[in-house]
């Protein structure tokens, strides 16, 4: 088993290290005909507010190519009420972890959503999403409110940005565990006067995501989630051997939602034949 929470008192334990990255993967089980979530020592939802949203009007998707993509959705779900209505039971009924990605808007909601999650018997985490540009005590801020609101694991995903400042704050202000890091920002240029702006995935961005994970494990001493450019079990495996105790997969995952099954069946295997070591938080 695999210790995400260890020094909280309700903990969080993995039966493996691989999941999937929130807003890849719906909201509960849309993905039970392509993943055998058996296999996945987490689920993470979509991202969820404390109001609904709407997609994006812009373009969403662009495709760039070699796995890659620039992804603006607008981060559409149905609010915290509503979600919990939807899919807590689903939730309840999965058969791995439930880590619920908590979209952190004001200090306010997400307290909210706390509280309401805090009720659920199939949230087993949350993992709260930090907005790009805060400032330490922003960050501080954000996670208090979620650690004071309940007593679910808090996880919290770190910008791209200044991943070590974010992390820094965020373990000062109660976090459990880290997830390093979300999807840095980019643009494109699709005529002379239209620009697509989004969240940049896919196996390019593989070198930054590690990049990001090294830093934040070598400064902050709280359990890492390697997130980033994950594509294959060859991937997978360096983002623990760099220390991460978990890891993310991405935009590979819409590319090829079965490569999720075929990573986690890949890196069990390779632990298995570890010796404590395997040591990536394992017990």
């Known amino acids: 088993m695999i210790e995400i929470a260890p020094r909280h008192k309700r903990g969080l334990s993995l039966a493996g290290p691989m999941m999937n990255a929130a807003g890849f993967m719906g909201f509960a089980d849309e993905y039970r005909s392509l993943v055998d979530f058996d ?45 919990i209505q939807l899919y807590g039971r689903k939730w309840g009924a999965m058969r791995c972890p439930v880590l619920v990605h908590v979209a952190a808007t004001t200090p306010a909601e997400v307290a909210e959503c706390l509280e309401l ?28 409110a979620a650690v004071q609101s309940g007593s679910l694991p808090i996880i919290v995903r770190v910008p791209f940005q200044d991943p070590v400042l974010a ?5 000062s202000a109660g976090a459990v565990a880290l997830t390093v ?9 699709a005529g002379s006067d ?14 930054l995501a590690l990049n990001s994970v090294l830093s934040v494990i070598g400064r902050v001493d709280l359990p890492v989630i390697g997130s980033g450019g994950v594509h294959d079990a060859g991937s ?38 570890t010796t404590p070591a395997a040591a990536h938080g394992q017990t």
Do not use: Y
């Not at 992390?167 to 373990?171: D, F, G, L, T, V």
């Not at 890091?181 to 240029?189: Q, T």
């Not at 105790?245 to 632990?271: F, K, M, N, T, Y």
């Open 194 to 207: 239209e620009r697509v702006t989004g969240r940049l995935v896919g196996p390019a961005f593989f070198p």
């Open 236 to 273: 997978a495996r360096i983002m623990l051997t760099a220390g991460a105790v978990a890891v993310q997969v991405d935009g590979q995952i819409w590319r090829d939602p079965a490569s999720l099954e075929r990573i986690a069946e890949a890196i069990a295997e390779a632990l298995s034949l």
């Open 39 to 83: 296999v996945m020592g987490a689920f993470v939802t979509n991202p969820i507010s404390a109001r609904s949203r709407t997609p994006a009007r812009a373009a969403r998707l662009r495709d760039l190519g070699q796995g890659g993509a620039l992804i603006h959705t607008g981060l559409p779900n149905p609010g915290i009420r509503k979600a």
């Open 117 to 144: 999650l805090e009720t659920v018997e199939g949230a087993a985490g949350v993992e709260l999403g930090l907005k790009d540009g805060l400032n330490p005590s922003e960050v501080a801020e954000l996670v208090a």
């Open 167 to 171: 992390a820094e704050a965020a373990r």
């Open 181 to 189: 890091s979300a999807p840095p920002r980019g643009a494109l240029l």
